[in-house]
């Protein structure tokens, strides 16, 4: 399956309409452990994503990502803001100016992204973060796209382990982030970003399966 800007469009759409529609739920999420802006950072961010996509005709899908970093990091306060804007434009730089690209291409933006938000968050797998759904998801895309999987296929197997990743976050303790500060009391809750995390690979599932 060949990938190309319009991947990257789609991703960015599919992303900008289910934050927006789980826009309160995040909230929610956000003001039990947070300070209740997650929703407000993320459907802000993407909405502002898809916005400069709009205006940004003719260019390859790793110049596409590496503007919806940027557009995310200059308009997300929030640490949701940088982490993830950090992660779209360095997975975006790794496609170089190439028109089209594959499979393990795409394991590799991801893979970057991911090491990306480590990098800058310094957060480990079990901190309490959106490194808790992004991290099995990748795993689990490079694994099933090395062993031959469809794309469809390994993205759905990717989406439910972000999903899985997400409910772990419940029982733990944050270790980064504003949620670090409440200790203990921060057990018992879904961690915001990891929620938005797995919404995030989903919208990647739906954008490759319309291509
Ligand atoms: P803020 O915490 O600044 O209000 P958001 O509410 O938008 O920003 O995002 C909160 C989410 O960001 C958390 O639920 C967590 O998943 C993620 N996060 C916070 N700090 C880190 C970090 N150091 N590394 C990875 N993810 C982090
Ligand atoms: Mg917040």
Avoid: C
Wanted: overall charge negative; proline content about 2%; cysteine-free.
């Amino acid at each position: 399956m060949s990938l190309d800007a319009a991947t990257i469009t789609a991703w960015m759409t599919e992303i900008e309409s289910s934050v927006r529609a789980e826009r309160d739920h995040l909230i929610q999420l956000d003001a039990a452990i947070g300070d209740g802006d997650h929703g407000t950072n993320m459907a802000r961010g993407f909405e502002a994503v898809v916005q400069a996509l709009g205006q940004d005709t003719g260019s390859g899908p790793g110049r596409l990502l590496v503007v919806a970093g940027r557009t995310l990091v200059s308009t997300v306060g929030g640490a949701s803001g940088p982490l993830w804007g950090s992660a779209l434009r360095a997975g975006g730089r790794i496609l170089g100016d190439e028109a089209t690209f594959d499979a393990s291409q795409l394991v590799d933006v991801l893979a970057t992204a991911l090491a990306s938000i480590k990098d800058l968050g310094t957060a480990k797998l079990g901190d309490k973060t959106m490194v808790d759904a992004l991290e099995p998801a990748v795993d689990t895309l490079r694994e099933r796209v090395t062993a031959g999987d469809a794309l469809d296929v390994a993205l759905d197997a990717a989406g439910a382990a972000a999903e899985a990743g997400m409910r772990a976050t419940i029982p733990l303790q944050a270790r980064k982030g504003r949620a670090s500060y409440l200790g203990e009391r921060s057990v018992g809750h879904q961690d915001p970003g990891a929620t938005s995390t797995a919404l995030i690979v989903r919208a990647l599932q739906r954008a490759v399966g319309k291509q």
